[in-house]
C-alpha cells in the first residue's frame, strides 16, 4: 500500500509531539513493509532527519525567512498536491487542519483529532483564532478520522455532526526520554516535578495553592517547573503572595536529556491539568520509575490508568492531600513504580501503526 503524509505540520513545527507522532508512524509502517512518502517540500522540522532521506520528498530550512510562514504554507500547498498526484497513493494523511479541501480522485483522506482544546476552551485563544474551523472542515471532508483517546472521541462527537462509525481511536505509542548524568547538576533538596505550559486549561496556579495549603511538603521539597517559558512577572507576584518559601518553587529550561535526568531523580511527578487529548508526561515519568500524581480529568484517567495517583484537579485539598502521600509513603511511591512499568506495555508505536494502517487497508478495501 502507497501512504503518503502531507506537508502541514512539519512547515509549522521544528520540533512538537504532532510531527514526532508522523515519523514513529512512517518509520513503523515501513517496517510493516507498507510504501510511505512524507510530501514536504519546505519543511524546518527536525523530527524528519530520523527517517531514511528517501522516505522525505522535500528540503529543509533551518528556519523560515521573517514573516514568510504563511506563505510558506501556501506554497508548500501548492507544490505538495503536485507532488501527491505524481506519487498516487492509496491513502494520504494529512498531518493537520489547514489541508486542501479539493477531492483527490481515487485517494481515500484521513486525519488525526489530537484534542478539542480550542472548543472546550476558546478564551485561552485569539477571538480569531482559525483552527475549530478548518478542523470542522477536516473531519467532514476526510474519509476517516483517527480520535488518539476515548475522551477526545466523546469531545469530537459532542462538539462536530460527525458519526460515530467514521471514527477510530488509536493511542499514541511511547519510547523513554533518554538522560545523561553530566546533562545537569543534581538537586540540592527532593523536589516534585512539573512538566510543560503551566497557563490556562494546564492548572499550574492550583498545585502552588496545593502546597501553600500543605507547609509539610514545601519544608521538604521544591517544586521544580520544567520548560514552558520562564516564570512570568505575574507568576512570580503569585508565588510571593501564597508565601511560598524562597526557592522553593523554580523554573528549569533544557534539553530532552535534562528533563530525562529530572524524570528519574524527582520523588514524585505532578500533572494537574483539566484537559488532555492523550497526555505523554506521566508515561514519561514512568519509565524512568517516577511515581505519578494526576488529574482524573480528560484522557489522563485513560492513559495512566491505576499506574497514578488520582486527584480532582478543581479541589486544592484533595491535590494537596494527594501530594502529601506520594511524597511521603515510601510503599506507596514502589507500588505506583511497579504498576507503571506494567502500564507502558500498552502503549507502543508498533501497535500504534498497526492499527493505523488496518484503518488505511478498510479504506482502501474494494467495495
Same mark, same amino acid.
Given at each position: ?43 524546518? #522540522? ?5 527517517? @531514511?532521506?528517501?522516505?522525505? !520528498? ?13 506563505? &510558506? !504554507? ?6 505538495? &498536491? ?18 486542501? $479541501? ?11 483529532? %489530537? ?5 472546550? *476552551? @476558546?478564551?485561552?485563544?485569539? &477571538? ?22 476515548? #475522551? ?12 460515530? $462509525? ?7 505509542? *511511547? ?15 527532593? *523536589? !516534585? !516535578? %512539573? ?14 495553592? &496545593? ?8 519544608? +521538604? /521539597? ?9 516564570? $512570568? ?29 529530572? %524524570? ?17 508526561? @506521566? ?12 488529574? $482524573? ?8 490508568? #491505576? ?6 484537579? +478543581? ?12 511524597? *511521603? ?17 500498552? /502503549? ?11 484503518? %488505511? ?7
Amino acid at each position: 500500500m502507497k501512504i503518503a503524509f502531507d506537508h502541514q505540520i512539519f512547515a509549522i513545527q521544528a520540533y512538537g509531539g504532532i510531527s514526532r507522532y508522523f515519523v514513529k508512524l512512517a518509520l513503523e509502517l515501513q517496517m510493516l513493509r507498507q510504501e510511505v512518502c512524507v510530501v514536504a517540500p519546505w519543511h524546518r #522540522n527536525n523530527h524528519l532527519t530520523e527517517l @531514511p532521506s528517501e522516505l522525505v !520528498l522535500g528540503t529543509k530550512w533551518k528556519r523560515f525567512p521573517p514573516r514568510s510562514a504563511r506563505m &510558506a !504554507l501556501w506554497l508548500n500547498s501548492v507544490f505538495a &498536491a503536485r507532488a501527491i498526484r505524481q506519487q498516487r497513493p492509496d491513502v494520504l494523511h494529512e498531518t493537520y487542519y489547514f489541508g486542501s $479541501s479539493r477531492p483527490r480522485r481515487g485517494v481515500k483522506t484521513v486525519i488525526t483529532v %489530537y484534542d478539542m482544546i480550542h472548543e472546550k *476552551f @476558546p478564551t485561552a485563544f485569539r &477571538a480569531n483564532d482559525p483552527t475549530s474551523k478548518a478542523k470542522l472542515n477536516a473531519v467532514r471532508r476526510a474519509d476517516h478520522v483517527i480520535c488518539i483517546s476515548e #475522551n477526545t472521541k466523546h469531545d469530537l462527537c459532542e462538539f462536530t455532526d460527525i458519526p460515530d $462509525s467514521k471514527i477510530s481511536v488509536i493511542h499514541l505509542g *511511547f519510547e523513554k526520554i533518554s538522560e545523561y548524568s553530566n546533562a545537569g547538576t543534581q538537586a540540592s533538596r527532593p *523536589f !516534585l !516535578l %512539573y512538566v510543560g505550559h503551566r497557563d490556562h486549561y494546564k492548572n499550574f496556579d492550583s498545585t502552588l495553592q &496545593a502546597l501553600a495549603r500543605h507547609p509539610r511538603i514545601t519544608e +521538604t /521539597f521544591d517544586l521544580v517547573a520544567f520548560g514552558g517559558n520562564e516564570f $512570568s512577572r505575574e507568576e512570580l507576584r503569585r508565588i510571593d503572595a501564597l508565601k511560598l518559601r524562597e526557592g522553593a518553587v523554580r523554573n528549569v529550561q533544557g534539553n530532552d536529556d535534562l528533563l530525562g535526568l529530572l %524524570y528519574r531523580t524527582a520523588t514524585a511527578f505532578v500533572y494537574p491539568s483539566l484537559y488532555e487529548g492523550f497526555g505523554l508526561p @506521566p508515561l514519561e515519568a514512568m519509565a524512568h520509575d517516577c511515581p505519578v500524581a494526576a488529574s $482524573s480529568s480528560s484522557s489522563i484517567p485513560e492513559v495512566v490508568g #491505576n499506574a497514578g495517583l488520582m486527584f480532582d484537579p +478543581t479541589d486544592i485539598d484533595a491535590q494537596g492531600h494527594a501530594l502529601e502521600q506520594i511524597l *511521603f509513603d515510601t510503599g506507596l511511591r514502589e507500588n505506583l513504580i511497579q504498576a507503571g512499568r506494567k502500564r507502558l506495555l500498552e /502503549f507502543s508505536w508498533k501497535r500504534c501503526a498497526e492499527q493505523t494502517l488496518q484503518v %488505511y487497508q478498510k479504506l482502501h478495501a474494494p467495495t
